[in-house]
């Protein structure tokens, strides 16, 4: 599968199996180890020579196994990766790695751990606010990490190391975020599906060969003319987990999606690992203060304000959302399709602002709840009427 | 267009047991009126979650509380939850958040539209607050929400970072100093905003007094679950959770305590007499996590009514009889209270590899010399929903006592049937009781 | 200018044929299992009543449920738009559609007949003109009785379930305690048309209010609905033609744009947009 390129080589690895590289290293002796969500700091895995993979769901995977475990009323993807961690997809790993990401994670990983064990199993605490305190336990935290992994693997984690690490995890960012600029074109000359797909490849790679995948895509998306008509409606994409088809659907309905926020997307790479302070403390940083995901709480100073005075609301709202105006009007996108998937509560009680945020800057909002396995008809009436809507 | 139609209303609350917990309601809305009236007279009120760790600060600079999670399980009890709720999804928020936040988010909407609490709204609806306080523990919804209420309502919010639950499979060993270092920091940041916004000092010494009269009241509140184990069980779930309050929210105040007093001599008296809830306690039922469908408590009379009663509850439960007095800083000695306290049973939950939650009900399940577990599967809550389906299969390794688990809401009546509740109830009771026969006759009771 | 209009929906199918802005005819029959026959059928059925074939037909839009099933059409636009635009032609003055199916309900806002915002609800028999069938056959009345009978109701229980299976238990609980029927069919309509309002609520329903789809025949809906906002609301002819109504406007205007008209649907292929 090597032979292939490019953007072919990303369709294959995810049509057949996308983590047949992953185990091909664990043969050859990689430590390989499979991780839940963006708050994971890989550059401590890449330190210790692991090889670290996403744990993602399979959305044309009927979930069977995990119904017998898991509840309905709760995230949809964690349900399906859940599913495919009892049909025995991760067992190959040497461990998996969870992190405090919302209260569905939390509970699934005390289950996971129990019915799906692996040889090393870590749970990151990562804190909800953006503060001092906030940061200084979650340095502990990461020491811990540290530690645990040194321990498992007998390697040390240098400051050298990891600051190779960083490198090349900053490249990488840097290369899904040149692949991205291509969306600015109009017509974006690499498709929203390509582009997920491309990302859920490299996440499925140890980052070194990631970075090749990724300057082969370039080039090739670099080299050809655009796929589609210049006509269609430029769409920005607000979601959580979104691993699934919903992409390819709205591009189907006959729009661009061309850009996006959502975990598989500018949250993994849109902010690098601060390169001029202590590695460790830029990691600090990266993975809690600079991370976009609603269930990070930050505010305008509280210890500014006077007596009895709190923040102004729309200073609340540019301080938490203002990079969505600018994603809008940078890659012009002409409407917004958000697409919740149920019960992500950290999503939903933010979804209101959202909306209100981008209507007020003239982007007119689509607002969509499903599961991960997206209904197709239902929503294609939805998205069309949407796109019949701002065409007139 | 026709004429108003009269909107005919059936009873859901429960009918209580003991003497002690049919004053409760009294002494919640004594609370609630003491919160409108430190409103009228210009004094500071606060709406707090649980886990902030703040009851002992707001008694200190004499903050009335009001704590909205108790609102949004008392509006549904009263009936008045729906209304709130659909104010709240009016304006785009899901159907599947919190039930609690949805009562809250509702309240300040309408508040906003009116321009007044309109005092036909349960308990007369929540004054209006000069301060929010959440925190992050336990949930997203305790800081989400109030986050959210900004749509409605410009008061100044304090967040303290609270991570006071371990995660699973740690060794609380290696743990505890740095959590407790950080609920310090948070609740000496939450002070000087408290100092700040009020314009007065905080004294410590009084702090240092409530911290004292909150685990005082909590350790009683814990006394008063000990007892319950006796055969027959002296109180009902029910009665419980109109107690729940007191030890959960409101513990820094000295009636909380004497309340508790009360309760526990009432049902000690009941253990000595042998005084039960129903004449004939056929089965005992431990109602599992998940919390109580507070638009369906008449659910636990129903079950009664079969003979059947719920004798103890995996939530709003206190653990901590630590003495915590050795901690000269009182923000300290809540915290190592509160972090003892919410961790309690987890190096025994370790040991089973499993998680707190579960590990507690395999122990209730012997001590309360249970023959059924119910869960309650709340369509708007992840924290105390997800794992229950998990739960039943782990703890057919520890017990044959069948485990059932339903699906409604904590405040919304929309997401299921009485009806389809209680038929489903009947048929457990019956696989209960039939599996209560085949022990007794084994010789395993 | 000849144009056709025709709209397959979850329960209906309905046809619609213009000529130079004007409705020549229409036909409405039951969708059934067959979506391309039906959609023959009911075109065939309305063309002989004008005296037109197919051909003598200068632009076709097909919508609804059904819209990719109809060979014959030139294009495929949403029920969601066809509505608007065909409330938007009755009603000028409409602000806020709500369309009540038999399989489910929108809410739309229009200016000039174009949409501004859209709510559909979830696919769920409760909020749906098919439940109001399925309360019918248990309590054994017909749609016309129960509208009658909830009407004059004087008290109600109201339905708080949004599960059609849930509502249908919770119908026979108030039965066994002996409710009687008139107080729970106000009940049921008062809490359908609550719904239908909430959907709606998000965008905000701003009059007029106009009401449409089969369920909007429900006179029982309609008082409830009005109760609700304290004001009354519109309702056109024939509720379960807006929208092949609204879809053959909208051939019309493709036909426009190109530019000519003359039969035998020679812009098929006309670039739309």
């Known amino acids: ?392 | 267009m026709a004429e108003e139609k009269k909107v005919v209303k059936v009873k859901t609350t429960a009918d209580k047991s003991t003497e002690t917990s049919k004053k409760a309601h009294l002494l919640v809305r004594k609370y609630y009126h003491e919160a409108a009236q430190a409103l009228q007279e210009g004094r500071p009120v606060a709406w707090l979650m649980a886990s902030t760790l703040c009851e002992e600060m707001c008694r200190a600079m004499d903050v009335t509380p009001i704590y909205t999670e108790n609102f949004g399980g008392t509006a549904a009890a009263m009936q008045g939850g729906i209304m709130l709720c659909e104010a709240c999804e009016a304006d785009g928020f899901s159907m599947g958040i919190c039930g609690y936040a949805r009562v809250g988010l509702g309240h300040s909407k309408l508040r906003q539209e009116l321009g007044r609490v309109d005092p036909s709204w349960p308990n007369g609806g929540m004054a209006d607050p000069d301060l929010i306080i959440g925190c992050s523990a336990g949930c997203e919804p305790r800081y989400k929400w109030y986050q959210a209420q900004r749509r409605y309502q410009q008061v100044p919010f304090l967040c303290p970072e609270i991570l006071d639950t371990y995660p699973v499979g740690m060794d609380p060993d290696d743990l505890e100093d740095y959590y407790v270092e950080l609920l310090v920091a948070e609740m000496y940041e939450t002070k000087a905003l408290m100092e700040k916004h009020l314009g007065k000092k905080m004294d410590m010494d009084k702090v240092a007094e409530y911290a004292e009269q909150s685990e005082r009241t909590r350790n009683l509140y814990w006394k008063c679950d000990e007892i319950r184990r006796a055969v027959p069980g002296p109180m009902p779930v029910e009665d419980m959770l109109s107690c729940m309050p007191f030890g959960f929210f409101y513990t820094a105040f000295k009636e909380s305590e004497d309340f508790f007093q009360e309760l526990y001599d009432e049902l000690a008296a009941r253990v000595k007499n042998g005084v039960g809830v129903i004449p004939e306690e056929k089965l005992r039922i431990l109602w599992g996590w998940g919390l109580p469908p507070w638009h369906y408590l008449r659910i636990f009379n129903y079950l009664e009514s079969k003979g059947a009663v719920a004798v103890m509850q995996e939530c709003y439960t206190n653990f901590c009889a630590d003495d915590c007095s050795q901690y000269s800083d009182p923000f300290e000695r809540i915290a190592r209270y509160q972090i003892r306290c919410r961790n309690h049973g987890h190096k025994e939950a370790n040991a089973r590899h499993l998680g707190v939650d579960v590990s507690r009900m395999i122990s209730y399940v012997e001590d309360y010399k249970c023959d059924g577990v119910i869960q309650h599967a709340l369509v708007s809550c992840r924290q105390r929903t997800i794992g229950q389906i998990a739960s039943a299969e782990i703890m057919k390794k520890y017990s044959t006592i069948p485990v059932m688990s339903f699906q409604s809401d904590l405040v919304d009546e929309r997401t299921a049937s009485q009806a389809e509740i209680n038929q489903r109830l009947d048929a457990f009771l019956e696989v209960a009781a039939v599996e209560k026969e085949r022990r007794q006759k084994a010789g395993l009771l | 200018m000849l144009t056709g209009g025709i709209d397959i929906g979850s329960t209906m199918t309905k046809a619609v044929v213009m000529r130079d802005g004007e409705i020549a005819g229409s036909e409405i029959t039951v969708t059934g299992a067959e979506h391309r026959r039906t959609a023959h059928l009911v075109m065939a059925a309305v063309l002989e009543r004008v005296g037109l074939k197919l051909d003598d037909l200068d632009f076709i839009v097909g919508t609804g449920y059904g819209r990719l099933n109809i060979p014959f059409a030139d294009r495929q636009i949403t029920e969601i738009t066809c509505h608007a635009r065909g409330i938007g032609s009755l009603f000028p003055q409409a602000q806020t559609v709500i369309e009540i199916g038999g399989q489910d309900c929108k809410c739309i806002r229009v200016r000039d007949g174009k949409v501004t915002d859209f709510a559909m609800n979830e696919k769920c028999a409760a909020g749906t003109g098919r439940f109001l069938q399925i309360a019918a056959d248990m309590m054994e009345l017909t749609l016309d009785k129960m509208n009658e009978l909830a009407l004059n109701a004087r008290e109600m229980v109201p339905i708080s379930n949004y599960c059609a299976i849930f509502a249908q238990q919770e119908i026979i609980s108030d039965l066994s305690l002996d409710i009687p029927a008139d107080v729970i069919l106000a009940g049921l309509f008062d809490s359908f048309a609550r719904r239908l309002l909430k959907m709606a609520a998000s965008l905000k329903v701003v009059r007029e209010v106009v009401l449409t789809g089969g369920g909007s025949k429900h006179r029982a809906l309609r008082a409830a609905v009005e109760n609700i906002l304290g004001y009354p609301v519109r309702l056109p002819a024939e509720p379960l033609l807006t929208g092949a109504y609204g879809a053959a406007l909208l051939a019309a205007e493709q036909v426009q744009r190109a530019g000519r008209a003359g039969g035998t649907r020679k812009f098929a292929e006309v670039s739309v947009g």
């Open chain 1, 1 to 392: 599968m090597q032979d292939l390129k490019g953007l072919k080589r990303v369709e294959t690895m995810l049509r057949t199996d996308r983590l047949a590289r992953m185990k091909e290293l664990k043969k050859e002796g990689r430590t390989v180890m499979g991780y839940m969500c963006c708050f994971v700091p890989l550059e401590m895995l890449t330190a210790l020579d692991i090889a670290p993979f996403r744990l993602i769901g399979d959305c044309e995977e009927v979930t069977t196994e995990a119904d017998k475990y898991l509840e309905t009323i709760m995230c949809s993807f964690l349900r399906s990766a859940f599913d495919l961690a009892m049909k025995k997809t991760f067992d190959f790993a040497d461990g998996v790695i969870f992190t405090h990401s919302c209260d569905s994670v939390v509970k699934t990983w005390e289950y996971w751990r129990y019915f799906a064990p692996n040889q090393f199993e870590w749970y990151i605490n990562v804190p909800h606010i953006v503060k001092a305190s906030s940061e200084r336990f979650f340095t502990k935290e990461l020491l811990r990490l540290q530690k645990a992994l040194e321990a498992y693997t007998h390697k040390e984690m240098t400051n050298e190391s990891l600051r190779k690490a960083i490198r090349l995890h900053n490249r990488n960012r840097q290369l899904m975020r040149n692949l991205n600029e291509f969306r600015k074109e109009n017509p974006p000359r690499v498709s929203g599906a390509e582009m997920r797909k491309t990302l859920l490849a490299c996440m499925s790679l140890p980052v070194e060969e990631a970075n090749s995948l990724l300057e082969e895509v370039i080039a090739e998306v670099k080299a050809r003319v655009p796929l589609a008509p210049p006509d269609r409606h430029r769409i920005l994409l607000y979601g959580p987990e979104m691993d699934n088809d919903f992409v390819d659907l709205v591009e189907e309905c006959g729009a661009s999606v061309v850009i996006d926020d959502v975990c598989i997307g500018t949250r993994y790479y849109a902010k690098d690992v601060d390169w001029g302070i202590e590695p460790l403390d830029a990691l600090n940083r990266r993975y809690l203060e600079q991370m976009v995901c609603p269930r990070v709480y930050r505010r305008p100073d509280e210890n500014k304000l006077a007596p009895g005075e709190t923040y102004e609301r729309q200073d609340d709202l540019d301080l938490r959302l203002s990079y969505l105006r600018d994603y809008a009007e940078d890659w012009k996108a002409d409407g917004a399709i958000m697409y919740l998937l149920r019960y992500c509560d950290s999503h939903e009680f933010d979804a209101p602002d959202v909306r209100d945020y981008l209507q007020e800057a003239k982007v007119p909002v689509l607002f969509l709840e499903g599961d991960y396995m997206v209904t197709k008809e239902q929503n294609k009436t939805r998205i069309q009427a949407f796109l019949e809507m701002l065409d007139a």
